[in-house]
């Protein structure tokens, strides 16, 4: 039953934007439009201090709750991978509340493809934790516009002075490889995000090099969506494998989506 839930519920947090003011949890952590961004007076760490008295004094019996139904145990169903970067907030746009998400953070959302070797063994770890420990369901990969990492891939990762970060970005080369060898002009998004947009399904791929990850999608128990916002318009794009493009998740294209995904479930089920 787990397993016919959660493709819904995946498709569902790129809608609740829209709804996201209406939510009952926001309302009783005293939430409201007019203070979501709250005016800082800095960008250091005495906005960090700040927060956590202001995260202890609104915090409401909900939540606190919440975090006690929590606290020896956590399930979540699915694996959130995303970037490092400072403006993208997993919670925030896919307005989901603690233990719906693990979640897997790095430079660039990247994935190694799958070796025996102990090397850049932090995102395999996750993976292995979230897949044959927390037994999560799904797998959401997440890129976003104008990526400081695909920029460092774009200009060539001989400039780099860091051997750590060049190292690193070796995984997402072959994105920049797919964009050279197709004919970008007939769009008219930037190229680092065309780039970053390909980095998304490049690293689905080598997800998909994990043993536990490809068996579990063979035996339909597992399965990997991949995302990408727009900072900018603070907009969330689907890929369709159908159409083999990243579509905007507005209200139509959400129900069409949880449609299809339904039929599918059906078809599994049957």
């Known amino acids: 039953m787990k397993k016919l839930i959660l493709p819904f519920a995946i498709i569902a947090i790129f809608i609740a934007v829209f709804w996201y003011f209406e939510s009952p949890l926001l309302d009783h952590f005293h939430f409201h439009q007019e203070n979501v961004i709250p005016k800082r007076e800095s960008d250091d760490v ?8 202001d995260f202890r004094k609104n915090l409401s019996e909900d939540y606190k709750d919440l975090f006690s139904k929590l606290k020896n145990h956590q399930d979540p169903d699915t694996l959130f991978i995303c970037c490092s970067d400072s403006r993208i907030v997993p919670s925030l746009i896919s307005s989901s509340n603690p233990g719906e998400a693990f979640v897997l953070r790095n430079v660039g959302n990247i994935i190694p493809a799958y070796t025996f070797s102990l090397e850049d063994n932090s ?6 934790y979230a897949v044959n420990v927390l037994n999560i369901t799904d797998v959401v990969l997440c ?3 104008d990526c400081g990492a695909m920029k460092a891939v774009r200009e060539g990762l001989d400039n780099l002075s860091n051997t750590h970060l060049k190292a690193w970005l070796e995984n997402a080369e072959d994105a920049l490889i797919t964009i050279d060898d197709e004919n970008t002009e007939k769009t ?3 190229e680092i995000n065309e780039i970053s947009k390909q980095n998304v399904l490049l690293q689905i791929e080598h997800l998909k090099t994990y043993p536990s990850i490809k068996s579990r999608i063979d035996d339909n128990k597992l399965s990997i969506h ?8 603070a907009e969330v ?3 369709d494998p159908t159409s083999s493009e990243f579509v905007l998740i507005d209200e139509n294209k959400a129900e069409e989506l949880l449609q299809r995904l339904k039929q599918k479930a059906e078809s599994l089920d049957s």
């Open 123 to 128: 995102a395999p770890a996750a993976i292995d």
């Open 226 to 233: 991949g995302l990408w916002f727009d900072v900018g318009n």
């Open 237 to 239: 794009y689907y890929y």
């Open 143 to 145: 890129g976003h516009s």
């Open 46 to 53: 005495k906005n960090i201090l700040k927060g956590i008295t």
């Open 188 to 190: 008219n998004a930037p």
